[in-house]
């Protein structure tokens, strides 16, 4: 998706949409499989079977409230840093303007496909910092200008490892990430950059 122009119209949208969520459904299969089989169950969202309901339940908030920092953060830095209005402009060429159901599919399709992939398998197998570093790596946009991007995921891949292995379970880093890709989704597609 990274060098390709796609436009608005529905039928291109709608193509784009079965694109990505194929691939993200086949990322999470894959990361369901290799935990299966790495560690021999077939939880992949909490890391012990003692982990309560409840904190199933309020833990998720946790990762809400990560993504708005991170979000406001790079709202923040934005003015600053110039390869943040720079990624914004590459990405709002390659997505042009979707529908908003779309970027509601986008965002959950990544951060589920993603999460599933890097903290429910890859990082029970590798631990948290060659996941990131993995993490980073799908991250790589074609500029090099761009490249700051690629750390900051890398960064955050980090972040979620801990927040994963400090709850106990996937939620929370579902969430953050659903929450920092649909805000930043709706911010490219929706407004020029800073």
Not at 35 to 47: F, G, I, M, S, Y
Not at 108 to 123: K, N, Q, T
Request: overall charge neutral; aromatic content about 10%.
């Amino acid at each position: 998706m990274e060098g390709a122009h796609f436009s608005s119209s529905p039928q291109a949208s709608a193509g784009r949409v079965k694109v990505v969520a194929s691939f993200y459904l086949a990322l999470a299969l894959v990361g369901f499989l290799w935990h299966a089989v790495d560690q021999e169950n077939n939880d992949l969202w909490r890391t012990s079977a003692e982990i309560d309901p409840l904190t199933l339940l309020w833990t998720p908030l946790l990762g809400l409230a990560l993504g708005l920092a991170v979000v406001v953060g790079f709202r923040l830095l934005e003015g600053r840093a110039r390869w943040l209005p720079a990624l914004h402009r590459e990405f709002r060429t390659i997505l042009g303007r979707p529908p908003m159901m779309e970027i509601v599919l986008l965002a959950a399709a990544s951060s589920i496909g993603e999460e599933i992939f890097f903290r429910g398998a890859m990082l029970d197998a590798w631990g948290p910092w060659i996941s990131s570093v993995v993490f980073a790596l799908l991250h790589v946009p074609p500029k090099r200008e761009l490249w700051p991007w690629t750390a900051s995921a890398g960064l955050l891949g980090l972040v979620l490892a801990g927040l994963t292995n400090w709850t106990g379970n996937l939620g929370p880093a579902i969430v953050a990430h659903f929450v920092i890709n649909l805000i930043n989704l709706v911010y490219i597609t929706r407004r020029g950059p800073a």
